[in-house]
């Protein structure tokens, strides 16, 4: 097989895939291992560039309670049938079949001790292992779909030909990391309906009186509750030089859009009231700024003594006011201006809209022979392994069915 297929030597492989990142990698090993000729092309110099970046260097692959419930579709019983054939388990059965040592950290979550870089030696050597080949750094033209149904990719390398062609190439975040648009660009191509594209699993961006009372504690973290639009996720809040992070902000980024209220449980777990009510009781002389120092980091709880909340011992605090106290501590608004943006975002929220896609193969319901997987598919999982599960879930469910 010459390495610049032409369009009139027949296909050069059976199985075109776009991308070789997580889905990408995944659905060529898939395909790969029912015989079929797979060939990745990569615009990048390297494959799975978000894998090595992601968990901090160690990659949180899976999630051992990934279920339909930790992912945001338009239509959310989409991702069902592909996470319910390629499970949690399946993926750990071949991390343990490469002897990668693991752990879980929390909820569920599973890093690899060591490396990232692991993971994607092991999904090379896989497809190495199936004969499935990777060209990188090879830059897409554009995609003609013959007469004859075959799919032809004209690239930088010459054309490459194949009666299935799988669109895996993720969504926008982290462009310096290759993300690209041409995912969804190929979808319209086709007909596909695009939905509305946003970053998500990001920061959030604070302005006026919020970021200038809060800029300077860059670096304070602390747990809390964010709630917005019904969701609620308690976990730990960073605040940092542009507004807030941490995995509470992240996993609440994906649901808040500008406008929408957000607020946080600053005592989660706690009843605020019976809380304040029993340092009133237990130290009268105290400060509120004082006893919320040991509950919250001091320079936050000082901070919010000076912007939000009155400051004086707390047996000069009467009933109504202990009450607005406590429920500001429970329900503190936070008006965020925006978010920090595919820069710095984990996903993209939006993409190919799965009313044109089957459920159970990922092909698309108009041209047969194309598949879309991955984050370019309008599924996105919440902070915690979930990404990466939906990714090889449906990377899998295409490339049994290439
Ligand atoms: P992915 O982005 O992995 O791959 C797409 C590939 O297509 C890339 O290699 C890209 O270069 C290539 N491509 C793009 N345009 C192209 C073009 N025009 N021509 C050719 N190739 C093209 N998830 C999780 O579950 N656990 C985690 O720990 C993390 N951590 C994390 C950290 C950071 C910093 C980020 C940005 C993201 C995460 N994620 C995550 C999310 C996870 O990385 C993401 O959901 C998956 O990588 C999506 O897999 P895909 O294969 O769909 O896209």
Known sequence: MSAAGTTTEGPTVDVLIIGGGAAGLMCAISAGQLGKRVLVIEHANRVGKKILMSGGGRCNFTNTGASPANYLSANPHFCKSALARYTPAHFIELVERHRIAYHEKELGQLFCDESSKLIVK????????????????????????????????????????????????????????????????????????????RAGLVPLTLSGKHQERLQDLSGVAFPVEAHCNRKAFHNYLLITHRGISGPAILQISSFWQPGD????????????????????HERPAAELKTVLGDLLPKRFAQRLCEHWLPNRPMKQFNEPQLREAAALLASFPLVASGTEGYRTAEVTLGGVDTDGVSSSTMMSKQVPGLYFIGEVVDVTGWLGGYNFQWAWASGHAAGVAA
Do not use: K, N, W
């Open 122 to 197: 092991m999904l090379l050597d896989e497809c190495a292992a199936v004969g499935a080949r990777v060209e990188t750094s090879c830059s897409i033209e554009r995609v003609v779909h013959g007469d004859s149904g075959l799919f032809h990719l004209h690239t930088s390398r010459g054309v490459f030909t194949a009666p299935a062609l799988v669109v895996a190439s993720g969504g926008l975040s982290i462009p310096s990391m290759g993300a690209s648009g041409l995912g969804y660009e190929l979808a319209r191509q086709f007909g596909h309906h695009v939905l509305p594209t």
């Open 261 to 280: 209220d957000l607020r946080l449980d600053l005592l989660p777990g706690l009843d605020a009231l019976e809380t304040l009510q029993r340092l009133r």
